[in-house]
């Protein structure tokens, strides 16, 4: 199939998937067939697009043009290819998990649930591909509004507030900052179509240019900066599939993704090499990652804890874009995907603890591992991954981060990453000590959680070791990003 | 031919001609049957008109054969027909749907008057549109405010006749002063038709009876467009009419009353004597801030929907205000594309709102808690309405919200992307607290035997809702239109 096709495809498959699916909500056993198959197709077509876009192909797709100058145009480069690759491998994983998940704890309005599922699989796909600010801010928005009926799924008091402060924040963000960024962009280039290389050289002082970035980079919410990082812990009321493919993966890495897209095509690295503001952007990262991670300890119920490590894992790939050396580049966009295979398999380790006990909260956890041996595996090796310990993919974009910082002789970004590998460490050890060697205090009989679940996160823990073993493509599409070179 | 030479006439004389029909036959099906026809007539007519100006071109019709000055000559440019096309629109779609709602909301034996009376409505903001004449254009006024006045008084709520007699007193104001600035140029010139006016004004423009015409018509033409803060009559006539005329009055009168705020300002006054003699934008810009500020912060607090979207016209036309008081071409051409995209976002959601009145019974939100699963259609249509009151992209909204504020940036007046943001912001609030509460909130017990609205009023619904995409996704069509008004009416500005 040639470039514009596919990528034709992948942006209307999710939106053809959640019109079967709200078609076929009354005939359960159709519409969960439906919901397992229509990942996989994407996944086979997303799979097909690296190989032109690593030749040097950049498939292009214009849908409509919009207002003179203005389209509705999707592009396939390196960094969107990875990140779309990653987002459809785990969409089918999630798409078993969740069909176990909402069965096993009875859940209401299911076929809302799989529908908006792939809605918000669809934003992320239009993020990943578009080919300039515009269609990717409609995407971001679509991201956003498809995955608020997500969070407020429950219905009750918490999952509305919760609900409420999500779709607030993100709102906030884009439209009070990414929106005016965007048509400051559009004002002073005259365009808002990616490019290599940036599209802003020249055209702003050093003090204006740096507002619009800050602009940006705040504006982007999704990203989860602090202190704009607050939506992400009001997500967690959301069921566990939704933290865990879309604010562990599709939702947060799309706004990382977001940041590397405006980093690489809208200012361009050297740009920013010597702004000011660059400085100020590594430094609120860096902090992010040290508060986030210190909150991380303090938290006992198990998905908040989660949720702040991904705020600080999050800030990873921010700061390894504005350490601005190749190697930290590489290291960033190796990152999203690092990140997600490690950060989905422990969302999926908290739900599966819930599904079979009812437990949120870290301290119940104690012996937990023997009664449910894969989950806590799988848990494990999703924790490693974060930690940055090999054989986990954890550790690949970790070494590229600090050659980065190591080429650039950054001894700040250095000494952040290694005292948060230690903070990693040590919220993260606990509950793996807590659940393999402290005896059970309490005697609630129960097993495993139902199998697609267990089979969902063994497959996940499973990806992020193969990562490690198996990194070429990822590799080579980093490899491919402008700035980063060969 | 001939009958496509009349055109200029033919889209007021057609349903100001149903109007009495319809009293005439006096039975509800037969009157809505003629009101049907007659809107749906007029609005091919204004499409031929449309076609006939799409390219700038200006059509002259002689009213009787009598050339102008003498007689009344009716002038449609691309600017006339653009604005025409969303009066006699809206009103097309609005019949659709009137004959199952008024069946519901209006007392069989006064249904054939409340059509008269719309058509009336209609034909007198249909003239005031067409015609090139100062005066006609008073007249024109009245008929469309008389027949509004009794519009709204037919609400069910008793409220409505003081609502209605607010407008009423308001309105009248509003004419009067109208009258008042028209006598002064008359007086002065000793002409009415416009762009006879328009050639003498320069010759006596520093009288003090041309500043004083100007001043009368300004706050005249500000009453009947809701200019904060002389608006303080549109919430209780939009929240207690009955439905039909909220969804035709929300979405086409005040973009009349804008359209005569840019004729008698631009083509009239000429931007010369209006801008820099008058200095008008420095009068819009605070109060079109204030508009959006604070009309959208009252909306937030509204329990009643049509109220709460009745304050958010009025934050609406504070956007378009401010297109107005950038002076720019950019800046006119971003009013005038919120003017139509206006007009579909609160046609949509008016006419959702008439659906759940239909079902319901009441638009307060309150009774509505949980209503989406019962009408997830209705619904539906009015989140995409209210996707676009935010401006969410790929909708109408978006794009004319994207062309405010590149027309802000270009003026040089960044302060206003804040208040444009914040604006926003305040829209998703409001509109959020209704989708929540309808479809994440437990059912209200006294829905649970709800289902979808009927077809008549869920199809106009959706023809308004998908506009709204269909506009923010092909938005050429639109803004070329604008843009090619705009270059008609300030041609010399910049």
């Given amino acids: 199939m040639s470039g514009p096709t596919l990528i034709a495809l992948m942006l209307s498959l999710p939106f053809l998937g959640a019109l079967l699916i709200s078609l076929s909500g009354r005939a359960v056993a159709v519409r969960d067939g439906i919901v397992l198959l229509v990942p996989l197709v994407l996944l086979a077509v997303v799979l097909q697009l690296p190989s032109p876009v690593l030749v040097g192909d950049r498939p292009e797709l214009v849908l409509v043009e919009m207002m003179p100058g203005l389209s509705l145009s999707f592009t396939a480069e390196p960094l969107g290819v990875l990140f779309a690759c990653v987002a459809s491998l785990l969409w089918p994983i999630a798409s078993l998990y969740s069909i176990g998940y909402l069965r096993g704890n009875n859940e209401q309005h299911q076929t809302r649930f799989h529908a908006c599922f792939a809605l918000a699989i669809g934003g992320a796909m239009g993020v990943a591909l578009a080919g300039n600010l515009v269609t990717l801010f409609a995407a971001y928005e679509l991201l956003t509004l498809s995955t608020y009926p997500l969070v407020a799924h429950k219905g009750n008091e918490t999952a509305i507030r919760g609900a409420r402060t999500y779709l607030g924040v993100l709102l906030l963000t884009s439209i009070g900052f990414l929106l005016p960024a965007i048509l400051w962009t559009w004002a002073v280039a005259g365009t808002v179509e990616f490019t290599p290389g940036g599209m802003l050289a020249g055209k702003l002082d050093d003090g204006l240019m740096g507002l619009l970035l800050l602009l940006y980079v705040y504006g982007i919410g999704k990203s989860a900066l602090m202190p704009v990082h607050r939506w992400l812990p009001a997500a967690m009321v959301a069921p566990t599939p939704v933290s865990a493919l879309l604010h562990a993966v599709a939702v947060v890495k799309a706004g990382v993704l977001t940041v590397l897209k405006v980093v690489v095509y809208v200012f361009g690295t050297e740009v920013l090499t010597g702004l000011a503001a660059s400085d100020w952007v590594f430094w609120i990262a860096a902090s992010t990652i040290l508060i986030a991670s210190s909150i991380a300890l303090r938290q006992d119920n198990l998905k908040r804890r989660l949720a702040y490590s991904t705020i600080s894992q999050l800030s990873y790939v921010v700061m390894g874009a504005f350490i601005l050396a190749p190697l930290s580049l590489l290291g960033a966009a190796l990152h999203i995907a690092a990140h997600a295979f490690g950060k989905i398999t422990l969302f999926f380790a908290a739900g599966s603890i819930y599904t079979a006990s009812h437990k949120t909260e870290i301290s119940q956890l104690d012996g937990i591992g023997w009664k449910m041996p894969w989950t806590m595996t799988a848990f494990t090796i999703g924790a490693l991954s974060m930690i940055g310990i090999p054989p986990a993919a954890g550790f690949l974009s970790k070494w590229y981060l600090l050659l980065g910082a190591w080429q650039a002789e950054h001894l700040a970004a250095l000494a952040v990453i290694t005292l948060s590998t230690l903070l990693n460490a040590a919220y993260f050890t606990p509950i793996i000590y807590a659940a393999w060697f402290k005896p059970a205090v309490d005697d609630s009989r129960h097993g495993e959680a139902p199998v697609a679940i267990v089979l969902a996160l063994s497959l996940t823990a499973l990806l992020t070791l193969l990562l490690f073993f198996l990194p070429d493509l990822p590799l080579a599409l980093a490899q491919a990003i402008p700035g980063v070179g060969s | ?494």
């Fill in chain 2, 1 to 494: 031919m001939t009958l496509f030479e009349h055109l200029p006439v033919l889209v007021v004389i057609i349903p100001l001609l149903a109007a009495p029909l319809c009293v005439l036959l006096d039975r509800p099906v037969l009157a809505w049957l003629a009101a049907l026809l007659a809107s749906w007539a007029t609005f091919a007519a204004t499409i031929g008109l449309v076609a006939q100006t799409a390219s700038g071109e200006t059509i002259s019709y002689y009213l009787g054969g009598w050339a102008p000055p003498w007689g009344i000559e009716y002038r449609i440019d691309t600017l006339a027909a653009y604005v025409l096309l969303i009066v006699s629109g809206i009103a097309a779609v609005v019949m659709l749907a009137a004959r199952t709602s008024v069946a519901k909301e209006i007392p069989a034996d006064r249904a054939a008057r409340f059509y008269a009376a719309l058509m009336l409505a209609m034909a007198g903001l249909m003239g005031i549109v067409a015609t090139g004449d100062a005066f006609n254009v008073f007249v024109f006024l009245e008929i469309s405010s008389l027949s509004t006045y009794a519009l709204i008084s037919m609400g069910r709520d008793r409220r409505a006749l003081y609502a209605a007699f607010q407008y009423l007193v308001m309105g009248t104001i509003g004419a009067t002063f109208i009258l008042i600035g028209i006598g002064f140029l008359y007086m002065m010139t000793g002409t009415l038709n416009m762009a006879d006016l328009a050639a003498r004004l320069p010759a006596v423009s520093n009288a003090a009876t041309i500043s004083a015409a100007f001043a009368f018509l300004t706050v005249g033409i500000g009453l009947k467009l809701a200019l904060f803060p002389l608006h303080l009559w549109l919430p209780n006539a939009y929240a207690y009419a009955p439905s039909m005329v909220s969804v035709f009055l929300a979405a086409t009168a005040t973009k009349v009353a804008v359209y005569l705020m840019l004729r008698f300002v631009f083509t009239v006054f000429g931007h010369e004597f209006s801008l820099e003699q008058m200095a008008l934008h420095y009068v819009l810009l605070p109060l079109a801030v204030v508009a959006i500020l604070s009309a959208s912060l009252v909306a937030v607090f509204q329990q009643d929907l049509k109220r709460m979207l009745a304050y958010s016209s009025v934050a609406q036309i504070g956007y378009i205000l401010l297109g107005l008081a950038l002076m720019s071409p950019e800046g006119v051409t971003a009013a005038l594309l919120h003017v139509f995209n206006h007009a579909l976002m609160k046609g949509a959601l008016f006419m959702a709102l008439a659906a759940v009145m239909w079902r319901v019974g009441s638009v307060q939100l309150t009774d509505l808690a949980g209503l989406g699963r019962y009408m997830p259609w209705t619904l539906g249509a009015f989140v995409i309405g209210a996707l676009s009151l935010i401006g969410v992209p790929l909708t109408a909204g978006f794009v004319s919200k994207w062309y405010l504020v590149t027309a802000a940036i270009d003026a040089g007046w960044w302060w206003l992307i804040p208040v444009i943001a914040v604006g926003s912001l305040l829209a998703v609030i409001y509109v959020w607290r209704v989708v929540e509460v309808v479809w994440f909130r437990p059912p209200n017990p006294a829905l649970v035997d709800q289902r979808e609205a009927p077809l008549s009023l869920l199809g106009p619904t959706w023809a308004l809702a998908l506009a709204n995409l269909y506009f923010g996704i092909h938005a050429d069509l639109t803004t070329g239109t604008a843009e090619t008004a705009v270059a008609s009416l300030l041609g010399g500005l910049r």
